[in-house]
């Protein structure tokens, strides 16, 4: 089955700059999705389609994609920025969808 | 306001069936292609399935794990969700949520709804 591969976690002080990375065989051709979740609530969508942003998300927060490796950059990460971050994207078929496996990032 | 509310969640036995219900406001939900999302206690997010808008053919996939246990369904008439699961496992275990990804770059999620098996 498809699998999108994130590193589990990522830590970095106030104002550093935070890369967290997904990797899937099918990225080259599909777009991904970046979600941002913080304890007990539902997640909220940070980039759409490898690039884009989302009405009200702050513009320190980017994508890009490069080959099968999608990168959501975070510039000048912020305490409240805190969180787990899930990649989200489809299989070569475009039925079946998957979450990367989270990366959990530390602001301190 | 947008608004997704997921019910039906419950304890149940292995083995048995449960039903959860996600009543949607707020947007056209007859053009909407719904997804079903579960997070195990102190887990990552996994997909569970999608169905297609009936106006795009009303086509439900799901992943490998509820394959052929779980049942995906719409009721346009009244802006609800469906997830007929059978056969449950002490693994399906988890928090329900549904959820739509729109063109254009938005999100809608649920709440989500417990179900847990245990014996």
């Known amino acids: 089955s498809y699998e999108l591969t994130q590193p589990p976690s990522v830590s970095l002080s106030p104002g550093q700059t935070a890369r967290i990375t997904c990797s899937g065989d099918a990225l080259a051709r599909k777009y991904v999705y970046w979600f941002q979740q913080k304890s007990g609530q539902a997640p909220v969508l940070v980039i759409y389609e490898d690039i884009k942003r989302p009405p009200g998300i702050p513009e320190r927060f980017s994508g890009s994609s490069s080959g099968t490796v999608a990168t959501l950059t975070i510039s000048g990460a912020q305490v409240e920025d805190e969180g787990d971050y899930y990649c989200?994207?489809?299989?070569?078929?475009?039925?079946?969808?998957?979450f990367g496996g989270g990366t959990r990032l530390t602001v301190l | 306001e947008v608004q997704l509310v997921e019910s039906g969640g419950d304890l149940v036995k292995p083995g048995e069936s449960l039903r959860l219900s996600c009543s949607v406001s707020g947007f056209t939900f007859t053009s909407a292609w719904m997804t079903w999302v579960r997070q195990a206690p102190g887990k990552g997010l996994e997909w569970v399935g999608r169905?297609?808008?009936?106006?795009?053919?009303?086509?439900?996939e799901y992943a490998a794990p509820v394959k052929g246990r779980f049942t995906i369904s719409r009721d346009d008439s009244t802006s609800t969700l469906f997830l007929q699961m059978n056969s449950l496992r002490p693994e399906d275990t988890a928090t329900y949520f549904c959820m739509t990804l729109w063109a254009g770059g938005a999100a809608d999620w649920g709440q989500g709804t417990l179900v847990t098996v245990s014996s």
């Open positions: 989200y994207s489809n299989d070569r078929s475009g039925n079946v969808w998957v």
């Open positions: 169905i297609r808008s009936n106006s795009d053919g009303g086509t439900p």
